[in-house]
Structure formats: C-alpha cells, structure tokens
C-alpha cells in the first residue's frame, strides 16, 4: 500500500514539473517547478495569515484586530472590556489619535442609561427647514449605511434590516432597489442611485411615480440621492450579466442575465441647478425629506450649493459625506486609495460651506468612513454631524471577517455573496439580535462618552473636548485642526434642550 502511495505522489509531482515546465505564462513556476506554487499559496491565503498570525492589535487595515474585537464582542454581547490597560504606543501615537478630555464633573445617568436599547435621537428633526410633510426625527445617531442587495446576500440585506427593527434605527438600501428582503419591517432610507434601480422604466429612466409607490408601500423615512462614494467616486458600476438574477433583475427592474450598468453620472440632472430641481420634485412628490450622500472632491460645488440653497431656500434636507476611505462591494484600487478626501478632510470642508451661510443648523448631516466605534462616532458627531451611518462595522457584526472577497463572490461568511451555499450558512434569525446589539452597544458608548464629557448627550459634547495627534506626536485641539468657529458643530440651544428632555424624561 505505501509502495502504491509513494509512487501515486511521484507519478503526481512529475505531472505538475512536466506541467510547469511547459507553460510559459508564469515564470516563477517555469523557473521553480512545484515549489513555485507555494508562492501563490502564500499569496493567496496572504490576508488570512497576516490578520491571524503576523499582524498585531492595532496594525491591520482597514480594521484592525481590536476594533474587529469590540464589534464582534459587542455584537455577540460578551465582555467588551480589554484587561490590564491599553497596548497603543502612548508614545508614539499615530497622527490623527483621537484624545477625549472628559470632564471633571461627569453628568449623571439619564433615562436612556437603564434603557435597554440605549435610545439616543437626533437633534434635528429632519425636514423641518423646507417644510416636509413627513419630516421626522431620527431615533437614533446610529444607522445602517446603503448596501445593496446584489453586493450584499439577501440573508445580509434581512438580517440588516431586521437588526434596524430591534435596534430602532434605519438602513439604507443602497442603490440596488427595495427588496424584499428590506420589507422585514426597520424603517428604511431609499438610495437613489445613477441607474435608478427599481423606480425606472424599461428604458432606464427614471419614473418619478414608481418612486410615489415605492414610499407608500415601504416605510421609507427618506429619500438618499447618491451623487457618489468614497470608495469610488465619479465611476459608475457594471454588474456582469452572469450575476444578474431573476430576483436582482426584479428588484432593478432590468432583464435577467444582461449586463446592468450604472452610469458615472445621473441622467436627470447636471448641475447645481437642475438637482435642486430634481430634489425639490421628489420630494413634493413623496413628501419625504430628500438628501445627497456624496465624497469629497471639487471645493466649488459645495460653496456654489450651499450658497444657491441660502439665496433660494430650496435644496437638500439632509447631506450625508461619505470619506474617501470608506468601502464598496468592489472597486478600482485608484479610486479606492487615491480619489476624494478621507472624512476628516472632507467633511469640514463641506460643514464649513455650509456653516458660512448659516444654514447648518437647518441642514441634517450625517457621516460614513469608519465611523462606527465609540471615539470615531463622537467625534463626527462633535464636528457636526448629527447621525453617523456604518456599513463594514454593521457586515462584521453579522459575521464578515474582513476577507476581502467581497469583489469575487466567494464571500465565505455568506454576506457579500450571491452563492446560495455560502448565503444559507447566514441565519437571519441570529445575525439580525447581533446586528442590533452592536448597535445599541455603539450608541451605549456614545452616552458614556458623553457623560465622561459631562454631558447628557452625545452632540451635544463641543469640539473643544477633543484633541488630535499631529504627525509630530504633539497633540492638538480638534477646532483648531479643523479650522472651526466657536459652537460650529453644536445644535442650536432650543434643538439641545429638546433633545435632552426626550433622553431624560420620555423614554
Ligand atoms: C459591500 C458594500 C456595498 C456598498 N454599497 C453601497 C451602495 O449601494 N451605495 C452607497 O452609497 N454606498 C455603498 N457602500 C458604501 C457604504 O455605504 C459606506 O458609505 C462606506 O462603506 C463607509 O462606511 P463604513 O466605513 O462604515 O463601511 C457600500 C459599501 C460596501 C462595503
């Protein structure tokens, strides 16, 4: 038997030398028969290897180890507490290190401490400026950032949404349509997109009554224009033919196994003027309020938009910056390193637009890029936003391990895939509690946060509290980092006493 055995393994080796030998498309296996192959191995099972063995706590990208730790632990509910004290380099921190100074008085507990759900609202009412019929205000300064279905699993999109449900906050649909997997009852934000899917006609273009129905029949809180992402701004998509399915191709209202393609640019609008336009009939239409969730790039547009909506008092209700590191389903490596600002860099630029025409206390802003974890959150949150929105953070608590196959399909965690085989190993009944408690246990953090900071609320919590490493090791305030005017990102006084009365006293 083992005479048999060692001749089958010499009889294969010889195949693959024979095989190497001849090919000529890789040199290495040309040059190094066999053993070459190891090379590949290495290659690809490369991010696995790192992330387990070589790469420590805090070294990984885009999350590193402790921060894929406090989701995980925080989604599965188990001891979110890190012993014996930090393992970060106190000196010598890397630039941008958030440092909160909390307050030698901390505020005591509220009503949403003991509440199970931690609820802490918005403290806009979104809307209200222009006059929405249906504005509202968010329930929650956490909420799910837009992914489509197609670039995540429907078992991913259900247990998204039913984590919103149980969370109490909203999810975005991403550009990909309203599936029936999001009908699992979370509120919902609906994304336009440039391919307008599932309120198009046939041809492509989009039809504004398709959008009326969509919003009666769904519990659509808003409506989310997408201008672009971080990951990839300015380039538009192609989902290949091949992937096309019936259930996608239903939910994009496009034709089943041809090749969908969502243009770099909207059809229905191409300037400033004509997506104000665009804005403004949608959302007489739907009376929802309307926003824009855009990167960072060109300065101008966002002067030149913030000067037009002060001058005619139309516009977006609500504008959402997504940071050039932010993710995607897939993406070219170009744009994913190199096109639009990182969310530090970005978002002030455009709340500073704003700020200078006054209209930032009437705008809602919110924020994506890794904002997801408790220092990220309260800072956006201190640079004005008034909600952040998480994608990754939200996939790793349903159980993404940071693979990096989201590009390829071959997900192995079952969340950005279409494969049913690894889709079936996502249970929507578990993942979606686990959603949820990585939620409300981020919003938790929030509220101690802010309490630390001898607050009752987390946007309420001013810019001056926070300090940021530069790349000299020196620490400095963040106001000063980002160039703000005293109370720029602070609410009005009339929107922080309502919104410490609702956490006080209704919940
Ligand atoms: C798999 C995947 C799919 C995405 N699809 C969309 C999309 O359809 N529309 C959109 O505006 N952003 C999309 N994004 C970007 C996220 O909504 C978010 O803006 C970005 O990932 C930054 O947030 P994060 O750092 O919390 O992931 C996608 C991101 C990922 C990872």
């Given at each position: 038997m083992w005479v048999g055995l060692i001749v089958a393994i010499v009889a294969l080796l010889a195949l693959v030398t024979v095989h190497d030998l001849l090919q000529t498309k890789h040199a290495i296996l040309r040059n190094?028969?066999?053993?070459?192959h190891l090379r590949f191995f290495l290659e690809k099972i490369g991010p696995e290897l790192r992330q387990y063995?070589?790469?420590?706590?805090?070294?990984?990208?885009?999350?590193s180890r402790d921060r894929r730790r406090w989701i995980y632990s925080s989604a599965k509910q188990e001891n979110q507490y890190f012993g014996?004290?930090?393992?970060?380099?106190f000196d010598r921190p890397e630039p941008g290190y958030v440092i909160i100074k909390h307050s030698a008085f901390p505020h005591r507990p509220v009503a949403a401490d003991a509440h199970s759900l931690h609820p802490v609202p918005v403290a806009k009412v979104i809307g209200e400026w222009r006059g929405r019929r249906h504005a509202f205000r968010p329930a929650s300064v956490v909420n799910i950032s837009g992914m489509s279905y197609g670039s995540l699993s429907g078992a991913a999109v259900e247990a998204l949404n039913r984590g919103a449900l149980l969370a109490g906050c909203w999810q975005s649909t991403g550009e990909g349509g309203l599936s029936t997997f999001h009908q699992q009852g979370g509120d919902l934000v609906f994304q336009i997109g440039t391919g307008y899917f599932g309120v198009r006609d046939r041809a492509g273009k989009f039809e504004l009554s398709q959008l009326v129905d969509l919003c009666t029949a769904n519990p659509v809180r808003a409506i989310e224009l997408k201008?672009?992402?971080?990951?990839?701004?300015?380039l538009g998509g192609l989902l290949p033919g091949a992937k096309v399915t019936k259930v996608i191709a239903q939910v994009r209202h496009i034709e089943v196994g041809k090749d969908c393609v969502s243009p770099a640019y909207h059809e229905t609008f191409s300037d400033i003027d004509t997506m104000l336009e665009f804005i403004e009939t949608i959302a007489d239409a739907t009376g929802v309020p309307v926003g824009i969730k855009s990167a960072v790039g060109d300065n101008q547009f966002w002067t030149d938009l913030a000067g037009r909506m002060a001058r005619t008092?139309?516009?977006?209700?609500f504008v959402v910056i997504d940071g050039g590191e932010g993710g995607t389903g897939a993406g070219p490596l170009a744009f994913t390193d190199h096109v639009s600002l990182p969310f530090r860099q970005g978002f002030p630029r455009v709340f500073r637009a704003f700020a200078e025409v006054d209209l930032h206390h009437k705008v809602g802003f919110g924020g994506s890029a890794k904002l997801g974890f408790p220092e990220t959150a309260l800072l956006a949150l201190a640079m004005g936003c008034d909600w952040v929105s998480v994608a990754r953070e939200a996939m790793m608590a349903i159980g993404?391990?940071?693979?990096?196959?989201c590009h390829t399909g071959h997900c192995p965690t079952g969340?950005?895939?279409?494969?049913p085989w690894l889709e079936h190993g996502l249970d929507p009944n578990l993942k979606s509690v686990r959603c949820a408690n990585y939620l409300v246990n981020l919003r938790r953090e929030l509220l101690r946060l802010a309490h630390a900071c001898?607050?009752?609320?987390?946007?309420?919590?001013?810019?001056?509290r926070l300090e940021l490493i530069g790349s000299d090791g020196v620490s400095r305030p963040a106001a000063d980092v980002f160039n703000y005017r005293q109370g720029w990102g602070l609410p009005l006084a009339p929107q922080a006493a309502e919104v410490q009365r609702l956490l006080i006293t209704t919940l």
């Open positions: 190094f028969p066999v053993i070459g063995i070589v790469a420590d706590n805090d070294e990984e990208r885009p999350f014996f004290g930090s393992d970060n380099d201008l672009s992402q971080g990951a990839k701004p300015g008092g139309t516009g977006p209700d993404c391990i940071q693979a990096q196959r969340v950005a895939t279409n494969n001898g607050e009752s609320h987390p946007s309420l919590v001013d810019l001056d």
